[in-house]
Structures are given as structure tokens and as C-alpha cells.
């Protein structure tokens, strides 16, 4: 399916413009072309930046996939070519460039062909010209022109005709025209002689006309026509959703995309919408346009006003429903005109049919569902026609849907709406108003009063703690103070860690990253004050004082054994006296504590506040990795250029490196790529630089791993592996694959646990292969040995020596922290030692909980920061045999053992390049087909729209939805009720994002006796699948789409967590959500177009989907289209020395945010106070103070701010056209997933404002970041 689709697609498309092509405009400075060939100038742009500029003539001495060089010096894609054409190899051009940096390299700008001609893009000019006196300036002279030019370029409100011309979108649309990236158009212009400078002040398509034909192909956003005329699935009528082979007619006009010479601008059916067959009642076709661009507003407007003497009532509130019940409402229609009549042709609802809920009757006419009646119902004047509407509750939720009444010339709209309830809903109501829990200032206290002059009694310490030979103590690696007063006082952190503003480097890493993990201690210190406790009695349990800890069962808080808790006199704010216990045992609602033995005599009841602690030990090793990381050197932590060496000699050497194909392989059913990624890790010719094994969801990444470690162990002689993973869950899956194996003696492996970790939560087969360090000498003699990356700070203090463990073998690398991950790497210290990282970066990286870590970059895996550097990279042109990463260093997996066909295709779209393979076994993956809730048969998704209402109780900031919350126990009790399915329990997972929904959801499986079924975030499902998920995404506050769109916040805007989340599911998928608010983000608004497209939509109304889908393809264009620069970047980066290599390096925000203050506060702007960054996304909103004279809506018509691939920063004035970076974060371009950069202004005013209603942020808040953890904003 998917091969004959890349044919069809192949043969429109031989270059990247033939999709719903809209693109970023480049910037536009005036550009002279007439320059003399033996001259060369060079000049520096006062900018703010060390910007340099150079106009040449010279020769085309190289041409690639999309771009090119100049004199072997300049590089030039061909969008910057005049005209948009492709130059021939030695055509001589006029070029203007610029450079960044003084030793970086040069970038065309504008490049000039001055001795060829090519297809489009010339500017015509009329022989007659008019010019224009200005009325301010009687000097500066205007000449008006008429030109015919082809649109190259389309950025938000900002076209280009010809790379030239600039023109308003918005001015464009208000004469009816939305135009398109490669569309032949009319422009009258005018051109100011003064600067030179040439503006379109109205814009109209060139040639138009009448077309009638066949779609041929459909594919994602687009589609063709008779193998020539292309459309964006914008272009079909309100409720058309076109399929191969329909017959369909409209309006085209002249465009170049790809092969295609003509764009379709309105497509429509040739037999009429909705009419199933041409025996039914002949329907109308739209009697309206389609509600499409920024006039469609105004235009609902005047739609459901009252017109040509016609009133209809405004009664159309159904109020509330239950599930089932059916109700009717009658409108009347009244001709309020003296002597003329009106006819009624008709009146129907503009509905997807899947959300239906609505039938209209007028007067004694027999209603039909959703079609035409009345038609021709005559109103004399004076007279009134009453219409009944009939409501039968089908959807939990909200729906409000648009009846349309057509009459002569003129159509009026009313909305309709109901809310459907089920009895059930009413146990989910709020148990208490929400009322915001603070506990920064909670923390702050305790954090001075720690550094006061009390004195603390301390506790007993778990006996196996104290038993453990540690030959080498810790270190504490405490927090600076001088870093809690810099959070306390808000002050600018760069300021006083300077490396946090500089590019990552061997030179900053140990200083850096010990920097992001204090700032991560703060906010976890942070959060614990949550769970603090007031005025509480201790009870004795034999030896132990026994606390009650609230939600300890659901890990809130989470401790553990030997975690520390302090007891302090209630109220006591002076220095007084604290009493330090330990947790020796951890039960369900009661953990057991030691204190001090004096504490334990003299205790009789008294009341205490109870502190909690967390555990630093976890942090502690990943303090001690990054300070002794420097021993693993560039060629691990940041290769940038691989040195091939000979195969590691092994039993089996002549058949890997010599015959391949007979090489044995202790697993028999390994598909080809897993068995190339097991060859190539056994030769190691990429040591002692890691090698990636790139898996996604389904492929058998883990599989791939035991048996490379299966063939380590028995093929090369002298092995010692060590096999690690960020949680204990992963890690005890390596070890069950690898025992299950039976090719694994047990003198060979051992699995070392921390101390601390629980008997119970170790799975009953393992326990014979396990230790807790209490004699780590014998434990690191193993061949094999399992643990967690940080468990593996243990063996550090052994003193092993360089060459210990040959391999080290890292599972699910992309969900550690890179100072996790250094734990482990750094036991690998030599040239010859083996590293092996699995995981995807295409899914969710480690949770963190402080903003401030995850904006200067912790977030991100040492693996994705390996699979965005230039050698590791995707390239399609030299890799093209090897899955299009170099075979040494990175194998992708592409067969898909987990996931039915169509449950597979739109992540691998979204995020694989759509290269996976459906290969499960159909017993699996097809059960659920067939299954009489599925509104397409053959497609295993249902898409199920409900508005339902976003609530919160209590003080948990957590959300939950009661409506989705019932309908998900709807779908529970109609999969296990279904003998035909066979589906139990175990095979059933729910998904959702906010701890307070896991909640409600839980309290109604409880009441129906289905504990087995497993409800959690997306965190808790990664790395698991399960046949059926079911997905509720809670969030249905439709008045806050705005700002959570303009925000990127959390769960729903996250293209990591949507990743994981739809692939899951093995047989079936259900999603409950708000179509209206999943419709604002690109990839919720793919699944959405994509149910509706295959049949598997139900529920509530639909928005105006092809208007989202334009929106989002105006805005994602420019990352699609430019993926070939991202590669000749890299290409450049591979042959360039170390010291520009470093360059490239990940480059935190801070330095981004510093120079958006610095640059801003040089143009006189008032200092900046809210500064939003990600790592890599480069997003800077900068705040001016709001009672200065200048508001945020001044600076945004002033000024524009963005960030190049480096982190260097332009700012620009509007009034002078001059132009800041377009290069935004180059690996934006390459992986859709990554939000492009965006630039925001806001007050803390206007955020106060903006959020009054909700609570969700405060007016003194500093920073706003997108949040790894379960819920969206927390603090």
C-alpha cells in the first residue's frame, strides 16, 4: 500500500515543492544586481551581530540535492535563486552572502543567474508606468507596475512573489484569494525608486477556469485530479471528505506544483454533498462557501443573522440530556414582509454523519436524518412556519450544530445545541473547590532554617546500608548557596553559571552539568514540601515509631527504605531542636522509622511536623560520572569524526567479517536489520565512539540487544558486559530475555540491585541471580552484569581498572539524563571499549521536574544529542543502501512486530519517514476488526469526539473530565462484555496525561470490578504495548485553545508523548478527546484528519478541519521544505576543523534569552522581566516592565527576534526592512516533531489577564516551560 502510494507520489512530486506548499519567506534586503564581474565588495552589517556581507560574481562549481556552491566557497540553496530555477554547473551569477561569525562560512543570500533564462519567475513589466509623487517626501518617486509573477514564498501574513515583491496574505484573502507557494498571479506593484524596494499591493490569480474530473490519488493533506490538477484537502467543500475514484468538479487555477500545472481551488462532488445514490432525495450542494481563511469569521456572523424580511426564533438550546433520551424542539420561521413571499428550499444540518444527533421536520413532513426538508414550503407574507427538531442524546458531552436554511438568494444558520450527561457523571463531581497549594515559600523556609544554627538529633540507618564495603566514600556535591539565593531572588542564572550560557564542550561538561542537577535538586526539594506534614502523632510498632504518610500507596510521596524523614516541634520557627529517623520498612499507607534511641524512650505521643527528604544518592553518582567524564574524552562525548578499525577478534570472525549470511545467530527469527546490527556491534569497528541502535516502537529493539549480548558473550573470548538501563523494570526485561535464552550460565550473570530496592518488586525468578553490593568484588567478576545506570556509580568504587567491562550495553538510552548515562560510560574508559546505545529519540526523554533544567538543556538524552550531531545524522544521498545512516555507527529498525497496518501508518509518517513495516501476526493485530463498535470494520480506531468540561478539586492543580472518564468505562464494559473478542483485562491499558483522571477513572473500575486494568500516564506505558488502549486527553477548555497553543503546553502539544501514546496499541485504539481542542495541534489535528478520513470518527461536531489543516501547513511548510540545507550544513560541519565542528554543539537557551535582553536593551528597550526559552527550540518572549510607556503590542509592531542555528540572535526593525536569522534550529527542520521556534510578547499583566479565570499561572511568574511530567503546569 504504502510502495504504490510513494509511486503515485513520485511521479508528481520529483522535487519537495509539489506538497500543500507554503513556506517560511526568506529575508529580503535590497539587493543591486548589477555589479561589476571583476569586483568583489565586502561590508559589515551594524545589526547587533558580527554580521558580515559580500557580493561577488563567480562560477557554479557544484550542485547537489536542493542546493549548491559557488566558487567552491559559497553555499546557496535553490530557493535563493532568483526565479526559483535549478542553475546549470557553470553558469555565471551574481551573488550576495553573509557570514555569522568572522571564521564562518559563507551563505547566499540572493543569487543571480546573468547569462541564462529559465521557466517562471521573470518579471514582466507593462511599457506604460505611472509614477507616483510621494505626498510626505516630494523627492522620493513611486512607480506603479503590472506584473505577472509566480508566489515563491508564504510566511504568516508575509508573501513573495518572485523572491522579490513582497505582498500581504491578508490583503490577498480580503479580495477572495488565498494564494499558494507556486502560484501564477497578477500583481500591481509599486516600487519606491528612492530604496528600491518593490511591493504588491493586490494580487489576483492569473488564469482560472471550470473543471470537471476524477481524483486519482488521496494521500496526507493533499491530492491530484486526472493526473494533473493537484489539491489541498482545503480545497473540498465544508464536509466533503474526498476518496479515489469519486467524480468531482470546481474551480482551478494556473500553479506550478511539481509536475502539476494547475492547483484546484475549490473542490467539490460532482453528484452533490452527502447524496449516497441518485435515487435518494436530490440535496442541495452547499448553499453557502466554504467557511475557509481569516474572512470566515464575518462570514458565521452574517450567516445566523436574520435576512430578506425572514426571522427564525433563537430557541435552539436542548439544555441537558441523559444517554438515550429523546427530545424535540420547535423553531419557528416567520415572513415578516407586507407582500412579498418567501420559499423555504430547504432546511438541514452542515454535519459530519458520524455526529449526528439531530433530525428536522417541518410541520407534518416525515423527518429524514440529516437531509433535506421542506423544500419548496411557500411563507406568504405575514405567515409563520414552525419546524420541529428532534434530539436524540447518542454523544456524551456538549454538541452544538449548524442548521442551515435556504432560501431564494440567501441562506440563515442557527446553531443547535445539547448536553448529553450519564448518571454516572455525578460521582466525579469536584469533592471540594479548587484552591491553589503553594510550596516555594514552604521551601524556602526550610531551607534557611537547614542553614541555621539548630541542631539535629540523628536517626538509625537501615543495617544494610551500614554493612555495605565502600573502599571509596561519595562526596555530597552539595548545592551552592550562592545558586538557592540566585532561585530564591529570581535572578538571572547565567549570571552567576556563566556555562550555562556557552555551547556544551569538554570544557564546560563537568561544570554545566553539575550546575542543571542542583538546579533539578531545588525544584524536586521543591516539590517534596508538598507531602510535608502538620501536627501528627507516631504510633510504636515494636522497635519502630510507624508514621501514616497520605497517597504513599500511589508513590505521593515516593519513599523508599533509608530515605530520611525530620521531625520539628509544630509552629516551632525559631531555632529549636530537629530528630532525624530513617525508613527501615516502607507498607502500604505506614512506613516504619528508626530514631534515635533517646527519641524512642522519651516519646509518649506528642504531636510533630513531619519533613520529608529526598534521597541524594541518585544524584550524587551522576555528580561523580560528569566529574570523572573527562576521562572518556571527545571521541566519546563528542565524535565528530569516525576512524574505522579492525573487527574485534572473535570464535566467529571469518563468518562475520568474511560471510555474513552464514554467521549463526542464537535467535533464528531476526529480520535483516537486526542481524546487521548484531554483526556490526560484534566487528566494533566504531569504538570507542558509541553505536545507536535506532528502534522504534514495535521493532524488537530489545531482542536485537540480547542477542548481540548473547553473541558478545559466547563469540568473543575475554568479554565482560555490562547491561544497563534507566529503570528497574527495563533493566529486569533484559535480564528475563536473556535467562529465558538458557544460553546464559548462572556463574555468568548477576543482576545487582540497589539496597533499598524492595523484595516484593523483584520478579521471583530473578532472585537467584541477585546481590545489593554486599560484595561487589565477586559481583563485577561476573561476565555478565545487570543493573541500572545508576546502580552502576556502585562498581566505581571497586577501583576497577581501565578495560574491565569490553561492552557496555545501554537499553532505552533516550529516557536517561546524559550524566545517567555517564554512569555507566564511564566503567568504559579505553579505545578499544564498546559502547551500545538502544532507544529512540523520536519518543519521551527522561522526566524532570525543574523548568530551569529542562530549558538549559537536561532534558535531552545523550542519545538524541549523538543522533543530531553531523555524524550521526540522517543522510539520504550517502547511506542511501544502509537505511540512510552510516552503518558503523547507527542501524534502524524498521519491522514493526506490534501494531495493525493502520495503526502503524500515521506514526510512521509522522515520525519514521515512513519506512515502517506492518509484521505482527494477524491472530494478533487483526482481532479486533470486525468489532460491532467500530465504525469502519477494516480500520481499528474510533476517534470518538466528546466536549466535554475540564475540572479541578481540591488543591491539586491535576485536571480531570468526568464525561470522558464514563466514556471510557463505556468502551471498557463493551470490550470485555464481547465474547467475540476474547478480550481480557490484562490486554486492556488507559491512557491518560493528569494523575487526578487516572483517578476518576480508577474509582469507576473499582465500582465494576475491573482492578486488572491498567491506568496511568504516558511515562508508565512507554516501552509496554497492550491489545487495546484506550486514550483520554482530558483537556476541553475551548477558551483557553489560545494561549495553551501559543504556550506549546504539555501533554497535548508534546509530538514525543502523542508519539508514544498511539502506538500502544496492538489490535484497537480509542480516543476520547475535544476534536475542537486536539484540532490546534499538528499532530492531534493528523489522527483527527486521519479517523475521519478512513470512517472512524464518532462523536460531536467536527471543526472546519481543511481550514486547520491550511493553518498548520502555512506554518510547518518552511521546516519541510528546507530539510536539504539542514544536510549540506552537516555535510559542511563533517569537513571542517574541531574548533567550528565545536560550534555545532548543543547550545543552551540561556544564551539565546541573554542576547534577546541584551539586543533589545541596546534598542532602548525597557529591561526584560519574562523570558520563555526551550533548549532547542530557541523561543524567546521577552517582557518589557508594564508601567513603562511601551506595552507588548509596540514591541511586536517594532521589533522582530529570532535565533540561528547557533544560538546567535537577530534583531531587526520593521520600519528600516531590515531582516533577522532565518536559519531557526536546524534540527527543527529535519524531525517534524519539534515545534518551530516562535517569538511571543506578553506582560505579566497580560498573562494575568489572559488566565484570570483558570489559575493556571500567576502574575509573578518568571519563566514558563513546556513540562516533562504528567501534568501541564504545576507551579
Wanted: aromatic share 8%; proline share 5%.
Amino acid at each position: 500500500m504504502l510502495s504504490a502510494l510513494s509511486k503515485v507520489v513520485s511521479y508528481f512530486f520529483y522535487e519537495e515543492d509539489g506538497e500543500d506548499s507554503r513556506e517560511e519567506a526568506p529575508s529580503s534586503p535590497h539587493f543591486d544586481i548589477s555589479g561589476n564581474p571583476d569586483t568583489q565588495t565586502e561590508s559589515s552589517v551594524d545589526s547587533g551581530l558580527s554580521q558580515t556581507s559580500r557580493t561577488i560574481d563567480g562560477t557554479v562549481t557544484s550542485l547537489h540535492n536542493g542546493y549548491g556552491l559557488v566558487d567552491n566557497e559559497i553555499y546557496f540553496t535553490f530557493d535563493s535563486v532568483i526565479g526559483g530555477c535549478r542553475p546549470a554547473l557553470g553558469a555565471h551569477v551574481h551573488v550576495q552572502a553573509v557570514r555569522q561569525k568572522q571564521h564562518g562560512g559563507w551563505q547566499a543570500q540572493r543569487v543571480v543567474i546573468e547569462d541564462s533564462s529559465w521557466d517562471g519567475g521573470q518579471k514582466l513589466h507593462n511599457n506604460n508606468y505611472n509614477p507616483i509623487i510621494s505626498q510626505d517626501d516630494p523627492e522620493q518617486v513611486a512607480i506603479r507596475d503590472t506584473q505577472v509573477a509566480m508566489v515563491t514564498s508564504i510566511k504568516g501574513d508575509l508573501g513573495l512573489l518572485n523572491d522579490e515583491v513582497s505582498f500581504s496574505v491578508q490583503s490577498a484573502a480580503l479580495h477572495g484569494f488565498a494564494p499558494y507557494r507556486g502560484d501564477w498571479v497578477v500583481a500591481q506593484t509599486t516600487t519606491n525608486t528612492e530604496t528600491g524596494y518593490c511591493t504588491a499591493e493586490s494580487i489576483s490569480p492569473l488564469r482560472e477556469q471550470d473543471f470537471s474530473g476524477e481524483i486519482n490519488a488521496v494521500l496526507h493533506g493533499y491530492g491530484f485530479i486526472d493526473e494533473e490538477i493537484y489539491f489541498p484537502l482545503s480545497a473540498c467543500v465544508q464536509g466533503y471528505q474526498p476518496r479515489r475514484g469519486d467524480r468531482v468538479k470546481g474551480v482551478m487555477l494556473e500553479s506550478r506544483q511539481g509536475k502539476c500545472s494547475w492547483r484546484a481551488r475549490t473542490v467539490l462532488p460532482s453528484i452533490g454533498v452527502g447524496e449516497s445514490d441518485k435515487s435518494s432525495k436530490t440535496v442541495l450542494e452547499s448553499p453557502f462557501p466554504v467557511i475557509n481563511g481569516p474572512s470566515s469569521g464575518g462570514f458565521l456572523k452574517k450567516l445566523l443573522q436574520d435576512k430578506g424580511g425572514i426571522t427564525i426564533s433563537q430557541k435552539t438550546n436542548f439544555g441537558k440530556m441523559e444517554l438515550g433520551e429523546l427530545k424535540s424542539l420547535v423553531l419557528w420561521i416567520r415572513n415578516t414582509n407586507s407582500n412579498e413571499t418567501r420559499t423555504l428550499k430547504s432546511c438541514r444540518f452542515k454535519t459530519h454523519p458520524a455526529a449526528l444527533q439531530f433530525a428536522v421536520t417541518v410541520q407534518q413532513q416525515t423527518p429524514q436524518k440529516g437531509d433535506v426538508a421542506g423544500e419548496g414550503q411557500a411563507l406568504l407574507p405575514g405567515t409563520t412556519v414552525f419546524v420541529t427538531v428532534e434530539c436524540k442524546g447518542m454523544h456524551l458531552g456538549q454538541d452544538k450544530q449548524l442548521l442551515i436554511f435556504d432560501f431564494d438568494g440567501y441562506t440563515i444558520g442557527r446553531y443547535m445545541s445539547v448536553d448529553v450527561q450519564d448518571p454516572q457523571q455525578t460521582s466525579l463531581d469536584p469533592s471540594a473547590p479548587y484552591n491553589r497549594k503553594r510550596n516555594y515559600g514552604k521551601y524556602k523556609a526550610a531551607s534557611q532554617r537547614n542553614g541555621s544554627e539548630s541542631w539535629v538529633l540523628p536517626g538509625q540507618r537501615p543495617q544494610r546500608m551500614k554493612s555495605v564495603p565502600f573502599p571509596a566514600r561519595l562526596p555530597q556535591f552539595e548545592i551552592p548557596r550562592e545558586l538557592k539565593n540566585c532561585i530564591f531572588e529570581k535572578r538571572e542564572l547565567v549570571n552567576l553559571a556563566p556555562e550555562l550560557g556557552e555551547p556544551l564542550s569538554m570544557q564546560n561538561y563537568t561544570t554545566r552539568f553539575s550546575t542543571l542537577l542542583h538546579l533539578e535538586e531545588i525544584q524536586m526539594e521543591i516539590e517534596i514540601r508538598d507531602y510535608d506534614l502538620e501536627s501528627v502523632t507516631l504510633r510504636r510498632v515494636g522497635e519502630y515509631l510507624a508514621l501514616a504518610v497520605p497517597g504513599l500507596a500511589e508513590g505521593r510521596p515516593s519513599v523508599a527504605i533509608g530515605d530520611k524523614v525530620v521531625l520539628s516541634h509544630p509552629g516551632d520557627m525559631e531555632v529549636g531542636p530537629q530528630y532525624e529517623g530513617y525508613v527501615h520498612v516502607v507498607l502500604s499507607e505506614e512506613v516504619l522509622l528508626k530514631f534515635h534511641n533517646s527519641f524512642h524512650q522519651n516519646y509518649y505521643a506528642e504531636e510533630y511536623d513531619v519533613m520529608f527528604t529526598i534521597n541524594r544518592t541518585q544524584l550524587r553518582r551522576c555528580h561523580q560520572a560528569v566529574r570523572f567524564s573527562k576521562h572518556l574524552g571527545t571521541k566519546v562525548l563528542f565524535p565528530v569524526q569516525l576512524h574505522p578499525k579492525m573487527p574485534v577478534p572473535s570464535k566467529s570472525s571469518a563468518k562475520v567479517t568474511g560471510a555474513k549470511s552464514s554467521q549463526h545467530f542464537f535467535n533464528t527469527v531476526l529480520n535483516c536489520h537486526q542481524r546487521a546490527a548484531v554483526s556490526r556491534i560484534l566487528e566494533g569497528q566504531s569504538r570507542p565512539s558509541p553505536y545507536v541502535l535506532f528502534g522504534p516502537p514495535g521493532t524488537g529493539k530489545t531482542v536485537t540487544m540480547v542477542e548481540a549480548i548473547l553473541q558478545v558473550l559466547h563469540t568473543i573470548p575475554g568479554s565482560r558486559i555490562l547491561a544497563c538501563a534507566p529503570s528497574n523494570s527495563a533493566t529486569d526485561l533484559l535480564a528475563e530475555k536473556l535467562l529465558q535464552s538458557n544460553l546464559v550460565n548462572k556463574s555468568d550473570l548477576v543482576r545487582l540491585n540497589a539496597f533499598n530496592r524492595l523484595d516484593d518488586n523483584i520478579p521471583e525468578f530473578l532472585k537467584p541471580y541477585c546481590t545489593t553490593g554486599d560484595n561487589l568484588e565477586v559481583a563485577c567478576r561476573h561476565r555478565v552484569v545487570l543493573c541500572t545506570c545508576i546502580t552502576a556509580g556502585l562498581l566505581n568504587t571497586v577501583g576497577l581498572k581501565s578495560g574491565h567491562f569490553t561492552h557496555a550495553f545501554i537499553d532505552e538510552a533516550g529516557q536517561a539524563t546524559e550524566p545517567d548515562c555517564a554512569v555507566p560510560m564511564n566503567l568504559m574508559v579505553g579505545e578499544d571499549s564498546q559502547i551500545v546505545l538502544a532507544g529512540d529519540p523520536m519518543q519521551l526523554g527522561p522526566v524532570l521536574k525543574s523548568r530551569h533544567a529542562i530549558t538549559y538543556g537536561l532534558q535531552y538524552s545523550f542519545l538524541e544529542r549523538l543522533m543530531d550531531s553531523p555524524l550521526y545524522a540522517r543522510d539520504m544521498v550517502r547511506f542511501a543502501d544502509h537505511g540512510n545512516y552510516d552503518p558503523l555507527l547507527v542501524t534502524k529498525l524498521i519491522h514493526n512486530y506490534r501494531s495493525h497496518s493502520k495503526l502503524l501508518q500515521l506514526p510512521s509518517e509522522l515520525f519514521y519517514h515512513g519506512e515502517l513495516r506492518e509484521c505482527g501476526s494477524t491472530s494478533v493485530t487483526h482481532c479486533m476488526c470486525g468489532w460491532d463498535r467500530l465504525p469502519n470494520k477494516d480500520v481499528p480506531i474510533i476517534f470518538h469526539g466528546l466536549r466535554g468540561e475540564d475540572l479541578r478539586e481540591g488543591n491539586s492543580p491535576s485536571w480531570f473530565n468526568p464525561v470522558e472518564a464514563v466514556q471510557v468505562m463505556k468502551y471498557l464494559q463493551a470490550l470485555v462484555n464481547n465474547p467475540r473478542c476474547a478480550i481480557t483485562f490484562d490486554d486492556i491499558g488507559i491512557i491518560t496525561p493528569y494523575r487526578k483522571q487516572v483517578e476518576k477513572i480508577r474509582l469507576l473500575i473499582d465500582k465494576l470490578g475491573m482492578e486488572k486494568v491498567k491506568v496511568g500516564s504516558v511515562e508508565e506505558f512507554q516501552g509496554q504495548e497492550r491489545r487495546v488502549i484506550i486514550i483520554s486527553t482530558v483537556r476541553s477548555n475551548e477558551s483557553q485553545m489560545s494561549f495553551d497553543r501559543r504556550f506549546n503546553l504539555g501533554f497535548l502539544s508534546n509530538p514525543k508523548r502523542f508519539n508514544v501514546a498511539i502506538t500502544r496499541a496492538q489490535s484497537l485504539l480509542i480516543v476520547c478527546g475535544n476534536p475542537h481542542v486536539l484540532a490546534q495541534d499538528e499532530h492531534w489535528l493528523s489522527l483527527l484528519s486521519y479517523c475521519v478520513e478512513h470512517g472512524a470518527y464518532v462523536g460531536c461536531n467536527l471543526p472546519d478541519l481543511p481550514q486547520l489543516q491550511s493553518r498548520v501547513t502555512v506554518e510547518s511548510n518552511t521546516n519541510e521544505c528546507q530539510a536539504s540545507d539542514v544536510l549540506l550544513d552537516r555535510d559542511t560541519e563533517q569537513t571542517s576543523s574541531n574548533e567550528n565542528l565545536n560550534k555545532t554543539q548543543q547550545k543552551s537557551s540561556t544564551e539565546v534569552g541573554n542576547k534577546a535582553c541584551g539586543e533589545l536593551n541596546e534598542h532602548s528597550v525597557t529591561e526584560p522581566k519574562l523570558i520563555y526559552v526551550t533548549a532547542k527550540t530557541a523561543n524567546v518572549t521577552v517582557n518589557p516592565d508594564p508601567d513603562k510607556e511601551k506595552t507588548s503590542k509596540d514591541l511586536l509592531q517594532e521589533k522582530e527576534v529570532a535565533v540561528d542555528s547557533e544560538g546567535d540572535l537577530g534583531v531587526s526593525d520593521k520600519k528600516q526592512n531590515t531582516n533577522s536569522s532565518d536559519q531557526i534550529d536546524l534540527a527543527s527542520k529535519v524531525h517534524k516533531s519539534r515545534e518551530a521556534p516562535q517569538v511571543v510578547y506578553m506582560t505579566f499583566e497580560e498573562i494575568g489577564n489572559s488566565l484570570s479565570d483558570s489559575g493556571e499561572v500567576d502574575s509573578d511568574l518568571d519563566v514558563i516551560i513546556e513540562s516533562s511530567s504528567e501534568e501541564e503546569i504545576e507551579e
